[in-house]
């Protein structure tokens, strides 16, 4: 009982600090891009056109928001983290503890099946918390044409069914998991082979150097899943009545699948995964004094 509380309580409170970080994610991801290029240098010195970063955004939100106005959506977030977290730890209950003993701890047999049990639970969690995630996108969303549809969580909550129904609630759902599952295999497949074949097993810290070594594999295996982070988020608000979900910052998408191809197609499946040295994105026409760059 003592370890869930503490798992909540953590929880809350990363939610809590990075919200404002995902709140400019986010609308960075829609295509919503307010303010214009700056002149700064890339990795070889040149002079190039680079969006502002995360903290002139947040900056920018702030001034027209106040600083309160960077925690908007923060309440359906909250109990996303909250009963993800619960969720999470209740399916793993039920599942029970590993039953292949720790002499066999480098077998890919004990990896498949560790694995295999924290997928179903991050599923799970996934399922249960994806309304909340959608309430949150839609909350911060509103900010770029000032709309004030999705304030509450009851309200929006009535809303999302009113005009969407059941699967309202469920929109963005499939990349998310396909990225979440595809992400974990990635990740402990690759830690797994780094710990066999790659470290020796006689150093005295191995425990620590597989430790960083899942780290690395798990920042790894999440940007090479993002596509599908960005193209759930971009589905979730797609169509549904914010301007943030409409052109010109959003096109109008069939199915996430022509989301996925289009996003290929102009070159943007990374849009939002970098707050620092932003390139400017496809299709985006700024003011920008060439003569600087000459």
């Not at 960075?28 to 890339?42: A, D, F, H, K, S």
């Not at 770029?144 to 129904?165: A, F, H, N, P």
């Not at 597989?210 to 899943?225: E, N, W």
């Not at 849009?271 to 760059?293: A, E, W």
Request: glycine share 8%.
């Amino acid at each position: 009982m003592a370890d869930a509380a503490s798992q909540v309580l953590l929880s809350s409170g990363l939610t809590i600090l990075s919200q404002p970080l995902m709140y400019v994610k986010v609308l960075i991801q829609v295509g919503y891009e307010p303010l214009p290029p700056t002149i700064g240098r890339n990795i070889f010195g040149r002079q190039v056109c680079q969006l502002p970063g995360l903290f002139s955004y947040a900056q920018h939100i702030a001034s027209i928001d106040g600083r309160r106005g960077l925690f908007t959506g923060l309440t359906p977030r909250l109990c996303s983290a909250v009963l993800g977290t619960v969720v999470h730890g209740k399916v793993l209950q039920e599942l029970g503890p590993g039953n292949v003993q720790k002499e066999v701890s480098s077998s890919f047999d004990r990896v498949i099946k560790e694995t295999t049990r924290e997928m179903i639970a991050r599923s799970a969690a996934t399922l249960i918390t994806h309304p909340f995630h959608v309430i949150t996108l839609r909350s911060m969303v509103q900010f770029i044409g000032r709309e004030s549809k999705y304030c509450g969580l009851c309200d929006s909550i009535v809303t999302i069914y009113r005009e969407e129904g059941i699967l309202g609630f469920f929109a963005g759902l499939v990349p998310r998991l396909l990225g979440d599952i595809l992400s974990l295999w990635l990740c402990n497949s690759l830690a797994y082979l780094v710990n066999t074949y790659a470290l020796d097993s006689g150093v005295s810290t191995m425990n620590e150097m597989k430790s960083y070594s899942q780290a690395v594999t798990g920042f790894f295996a999440s940007m090479l899943t993002y596509p599908f982070v960005l193209v759930s988020n971009l589905m979730a608000v797609n169509n549904c009545g914010l301007a943030g979900g409409c052109p010109p910052y959003s096109p109008m998408y069939t199915s996430w699948i022509d989301c996925w191809c289009m996003l290929q197609k102009e070159g943007n499946m990374s849009r939002g995964n970098s707050l620092f040295f932003r390139k400017v994105p496809f299709g985006k026409t700024y003011c920008c004094d060439l003569k600087m760059l000459i």
